[in-house]
T-cell receptor, first 115, second 112 residues
C-alpha cells in the first residue's frame, strides 16, 4: 500500500518568505508527527496530532511555525518569515495509534533551503 | 528529559566484519526502543523495536539488538555486514507524548 508522502520534496525560499509543507499520512493512521532534521543530526520532534487535535506543539522552535490537520488526515506545516536557521529536512511520520507497540512510518521528507 | 546517545559518529567496516553500534538512553522507567535505518536517498525505515518481553530483539536483514536495563543500553548488532548495509542508523526512545527521541545517528560505511 501507499506509504507516507510529502510535498514538495525540495523547497528553496528566500529569507522572509512563507512556506507550506504538506504531509499525506497512511490512510487510517490516527497519529501524525512532524520532525526537523538538521544536517548531521537526528530528527527532532516538532509537533503531534491525534486525528485533528494538536496534542503537543512543544517542539516548535518559534511562533513562526504553525501546523494543522483540519480533517484528521492531511497535515500542513507552515513556516512564516523563514530564516536561514530554518534550513533542514522536515519529516512527517504517521502511526496507527498512540499507545501500544506501534512504530512510526516516515515520509521522504521535504528539504528546505533558505537563502 | 529523555535523551539518546549514540557513541559512534562514523563506522567503517569491511564486508563480513561484525557490527555493533552503541546506544544509551537516559530514561529510567518503562521504555520503548527503536532502531531506524536510512539508506542513501531513502526515507527512514524501522529495523527493529523493543516494547517488552525478550530483551534480545531480532529485526529485518539479520540485525538484532539487546536491551540491557541495568546499563540503559540498546546496542545494535549484526554478525556479518554486507556492502548493502551502508546507511545511517538511528537509535530512538519513545517519549511521553508518543514522539520519538532520536540519537544523532551513526553513519556506517561498508567496503566491498
Amino acid at each position: 500500500g501507499a506509504g507516507v508522502s510529502q510535498s514538495p520534496r525540495y523547497k528553496v525560499a528566500k529569507r522572509g518568505q512563507d512556506v507550506a509543507l504538506r504531509c499525506d499520512p497512511i490512510s487510517g493512521h490516527v497519529s501524525l508527527f512532524w520532525y526537523q532534521q538538521a544536517l548531521g543530526q537526528g530528527p527532532e520532534f516538532l509537533t503531534y496530532f491525534q486525528n485533528e487535535a494538536q496534542l503537543d506543539k512543544s517542539g516548535l522552535p518559534s511562533d513562526r511555525f504553525f501546523a494543522e490537520r483540519p480533517e484528521g488526515s492531511v497535515s500542513t506545516l507552515k513556516i512564516q518569515r523563514t530564516q536561514q536557521e530554518d534550513s533542514a529536512v522536515y519529516l512527517c511520520a504517521s502511526s496507527p495509534g498512540w499507545t501500544g507497540p506501534y512504530e512510526q512510518y516516515f515520509g521522504p521528507g521535504t528539504r528546505l533551503t533558505v537563502t | 528529559a529523555q535523551s539518546v546517545s549514540q557513541h559512534n559518529h562514523h563506522v567503517i567496516l569491511s564486508e563480513a566484519a561484525s557490527l555493533e553500534l552503541g546506544c544509551n538512553y537516559s530514561y529510567g522507567g518503562t521504555v520503548n526502543l527503536f532502531w531506524y535505518v536510512q539508506y542513501p536517498g531513502q526515507h527512514l525505515q524501522l529495523l527493529l523495536k523493543y516494547f517488552s518481553g525478550d530483551p534480545l530483539v531480532k529485526g529485518i536483514k539479520g540485525f538484532e539488538a539487546e536491551f540491557i536495563k541495568s546499563k540503559f543500553s540498546f546496542n545494535l548488532r549484526k554478525p556479518s555486514v554486507q556492502w548493502s548495509d551502508t546507511a545511517e542508523y538511528f537509535c530512538a526512545v519513545k517519549g511521553s507524548q508518543g514522539n520519538l527521541i532520536f540519537g544523532k545517528g551513526t553513519k556506517l560505511s561498508v567496503k566491498p
